[in-house]
Nanobody
Framework: QVQLVESGGGLEQPGGSLRLSCVAS????????MGWYRQAPGKQRELVAS???????NYADSVKGRFTISRDNAKNTVYLQMNSLKPEDTAVYYC????????????????WGQGTQVTVSS
């Protein structure tokens, strides 16, 4: 059983910063990919940023230059540093990971966190 637990959301003013964290725990052999998605009310869930175990990253155009994704492989943790926040960044942010399960199966599976609310408003 693998769990992703997010933290760090909240209310911030436009132009401010927030840092999200997501820790993966459980029966893990390896983590291929970790990332963040977000879903605003009435909109589809969209990719914000992702990072491979090699350190290679990918960002949505809307957050390039403002958000930075990083990970600590030893801690099975991914971070999202969000700077210069805008009201349109308001959404529920979900952690995502592609994990090869431990326990002998080595099955590759997708996992999601429960989501953390980010609200940008004055």
């Amino acid at each position: 059983q693998v769990q992703l637990v997010e933290s760090g959301g909240g209310l911030e003013q436009p132009g401010g910063s927030l840092r999200l964290s997501c820790v993966a725990s459980g029966s893990i052999f390896s983590i291929n990919l970790m990332g963040w998605y977000r879903q605003a009310p009435g909109k589809q869930r969209e990719l914000v940023a992702s990072i491979f175990s090699s350190g290679s990253t990918n960002y949505a155009d809307s957050v390039k230059g403002r958000f930075t994704i990083s990970r600590d492989n030893a801690k099975n943790t991914v971070y999202l540093q969000m700077n210069s926040l805008k009201p349109e960044d308001t959404a529920v942010y979900y952690c995502h990971a592609v994990i090869r399960d431990g326990g002998g199966t080595l099955r590759l599976s997708n996992y999601w966190g429960q989501g953390t609310q980010v609200t940008v408003s004055s």
